[in-house]
């Protein structure tokens, strides 16, 4: 007699808990529901009946599933399906349909439930992210849209510039011998700028480039474009750092550049290095240091070549607000520093 009184005490209580709950569920600002230790579900609060315009008895047990996006059906069932098997907590995006025949995109959170070590079932609650995830569409649509333009004007940029190197070398051989050379360098800057652009239209991540990676495959190439096999770039040093295009083009240029008066300071058989080291501490701005190992020797040059490296290197860290001095001279390394504002993100 005493055990079925204390059983009938139990069981008043655990009804009172659960009338507690209810009442606190339907106080909550967010739809809430609970489950056994089947998965059927046994409450949904009155936020949950609001937000479906149907009644607590329509959404009992497997009801509720009625009002799921078609699409996300299976792929719901499975997830929470694996939770309970593992009796862990989940959470997942879906479409519920709403009473305005509207469907909209929820983020539901369950959680196993246990009492005196028992699984119970689950308690999970809904918040509407709509709103959010159309933000997020429309963010991939205009980035989908800016890639396409991007590579539009990139199309039409690669295209004047090779019909800008045709009418240089046109010019170049139709030029009295003494101004030739000064043709055949435009010609190959114009081709470096080409690289450049090239190389940032292949960064993974336009808006955000990482200027370890672009710098060595920009060096490949630089290595490449012109006397092939005698023209080293390398790139090493501390940290990297991700910068905008327009810091980076105008980076690319500098080393082009630097490349460029290399060459032009020694002979076709001579072999040319640069070292390139990034200096990307945490919290600081990114620092690089450029020194051409026959930066001394291009104080003299080729007689046919105007001598403007210096000038183009701060016309290009003048346009992206890059603080420069130095020459390249393994006395004197062309150091760089980058704006601050612009190199706040690291990698």
């Given at each position: ?7 009938g005490g139990?069981?008043?209580?655990r009804?009172?808990?659960?009338d ?5 569920a ?9 489950s ?15 937000f ?7 959404e009992?047990?497997?009801g ?8 996300d059906?299976e792929?719901?069932a499975?997830?929470?399906a694996?939770?309970?098997r ?10 519920l349909?709403?009473?305005?025949g ?10 196993p439930l246990?009492?005196?070590g ?28 800016k ?10 940029v690669?295209n ?10 046109l ?6 011998e003494?101004?030739r ?7 190959q ?17 336009i808006a ?5 990676d672009?710098?060595?495959?920009l ?17 090493d040093g501390?940290?990297t ?6 810091t ?8 082009a550049?630097?490349v460029?008066e290399c060459?032009d ?18 919290g600081s701005?990114?620092?690089l240091?450029i020194?051409?190992a026959?930066g ?12 403007l490296?210096?000038?183009l290197?701060?016309a ?19 150091e ?5 504002t612009?190199?706040?993100e690291?990698?």
């Amino acid at each position: 007699m005493s055990a079925d009184l204390a059983a009938g005490g139990a069981g008043q209580n655990r009804g009172g808990l659960e009338d507690a709950f209810r009442r606190f569920a339907d106080y909550v600002p967010l739809m809430m529901w609970r489950s056994d230790a089947e998965g059927r579900a046994v409450h949904h609060n009155e936020r949950w009946l609001a937000f479906t315009g149907r009644s607590a008895e329509d959404e009992i047990g497997e009801g509720w599933r009625r009002g799921l996006h078609p699409d996300d059906f299976e792929r719901h069932a499975a997830l929470v399906a694996e939770a309970f098997r593992a009796r862990e907590p989940f959470s997942v995006e879906f479409r519920l349909r709403r009473h305005d025949g509207a469907y909209r995109w929820l983020l539901e959170t369950g959680r196993p439930l246990s009492e005196n070590g028992a699984f119970q079932g689950y308690l999970g609650t809904c918040f509407d992210i709509t709103d959010r995830k159309h933000a997020e569409e429309h963010i991939e649509h205009a980035l989908a849209e800016k890639e396409a333009l991007l590579a539009e004007v990139y199309h039409r940029v690669r295209n004047n510039l090779q019909v800008m190197v045709s009418l240089i070398g046109l010019y170049g051989r139709a030029a009295p011998e003494p101004c030739r050379g000064s043709f055949e360098a435009l010609g190959q800057r114009v081709r470096a700028i080409a690289l450049v652009q090239h190389h940032l239209h292949e960064a993974p991540h336009i808006a955000s480039i990482d200027l370890r990676d672009y710098l060595h495959r920009l060096a490949s190439g630089l290595g490449q474009l012109r006397r092939a096999g005698r023209i080293g770039v390398t790139v090493d040093g501390t940290g990297t750092g991700l910068v905008e295009p327009r810091t980076a083009n105008a980076l690319g240029m500098i080393v082009a550049e630097v490349v460029a008066e290399c060459l032009d300071a020694t002979a076709e058989s001579a072999a040319c290095g640069i070292q390139i080291t990034i200096n990307a501490p945490a919290g600081s701005p990114v620092r690089l240091s450029i020194v051409s190992a026959n930066g001394d020797a291009a104080e003299a040059g080729r007689p046919d070549v105007p001598k403007l490296g210096p000038r183009l290197i701060a016309a290009y860290a003048a346009q992206a607000e890059i603080a420069v001095h130095g020459t390249a001279r393994p006395s004197d390394p062309l150091e760089l520093q980058l704006p601050e504002t612009r190199a706040a993100e690291r990698a």
